[in-house]
């Protein structure tokens, strides 16, 4: 008997989260109702953004907490690549990648969730750029996907 995930563990909170946080709508499966805003950009989404907004599922996300982050980290990196110009090449090659990334991550077993984190490390490994626009894009992206609402007392 192992201990490791299964890749297909994802269940319908894990999928709906990632779907969430892709299409950048509230994530509802938290019972706590400021668990999340969704976060609107100023710019209509370009081909990128729309083509990862269409994006079912990772195989082997298996948190639904994580599997959100992970979906808003997708949409930020499709909007990123839409800002620069980027083909829809880009984008199903980075798509392409991540893919791999987590099913890989999965299959050996890891035991913390793949998340923002994780996905923003393989955009910056997918898409070489300097040193100082690398972390910036890192610190972008995961300023995005783990956006929170600031805490309201007397709730």
């Keep these: 008997m192992t201990d490791r995930p299964s890749m297909a563990k994802g269940t319908g909170a894990t999928r709906g989260a990632f779907r969430a946080g892709v299409k950048g709508t509230r994530y ?3 019972s706590d ?3 999340d805003i969704p976060v609107a950009t100023d ?3 370009g081909p990128n953004e729309l083509h990862f907004a269409a994006v079912e599922i990772l195989p082997g996300l ?3 907490e994580a599997a959100y982050e992970t979906g808003r980290a997708l949409r930020m990196i499709g909007h990123i690549l839409d800002r620069h110009g980027s083909p829809i090449e ?3 090659l980075f798509l392409s ?3 791999q990334a987590v099913a890989h991550f999965a299959s050996i077993g890891k035991r913390q969730p793949w998340g923002a984190e994780d996905t923003a490390f393989i955009f910056g490994e997918t898409f070489k750029v300097p040193p100082s626009d690398a972390r910036q894009a890192h610190e972008v992206i995961l300023a995005y996907a783990r956006k929170r609402p600031p805490i309201v007392k007397g709730r």
């Design 28 to 30: 509802t499966e938290n």
């Design 33 to 35: 109702p400021d668990f």
């Design 43 to 45: 710019t209509l989404p």
């Design 62 to 64: 298996s948190n639904p």
């Design 90 to 92: 880009h984008g199903q």
């Design 97 to 99: 990648k991540l893919s």
